[in-house]
């Protein structure tokens, strides 16, 4: 098994930059897709950026401004979000494709004011 804790959400003004952490509870090895999603009041969850394949995939509405990494040595993946705008707000989750199997985080709130 796998646990996700992430971290880092909160109340941010417009322009401003938050830094999200997914710690994991071990070393994830293998064939696994990585990423962020997140999910506003009322409406579906959605991709925010997707590791897989060796490839990164960002939305249309965070390129430019989101960033992923992940630090190996920590087990943790970070996504680093600047010039954050009131359409960011929303829950965001950490997630990890390994195999057949989803694991997920617990979501963290993040909150952009005008």
């Known amino acids: 098994q796998v646990q996700l804790v992430e971290s880092g959400g909160g109340l941010v003004q417009a322009g401003g930059s938050l830094r999200l952490s997914c710690a994991a509870s071990?070393?994830?090895?293998?064939?696994?897709?990585m990423g962020w999603y997140r999910q506003a009041p009322g409406k579906q969850r959605e991709l925010v950026v997707v590791i897989s394949g060796g490839s990164t995939n960002y939305a249309d509405s965070v390129k430019g401004r989101f960033t992923i990494s992940r630090d190996y040595a920590k087990n943790t993946m970070y996504l680093q979000m600047n010039s954050l705008k009131p359409e960011d707000t929303a829950v965001y989750f950490c997630?990890?494709?390994?195999?057949?199997?989803?694991?997920w985080g617990q979501g963290t709130q993040v909150t952009v004011s005008s």
């Open positions: 997630n990890y494709q390994i195999g057949s199997y989803a694991y």
């Open positions: 071990r070393r994830i090895l293998g064939n696994v897709a």
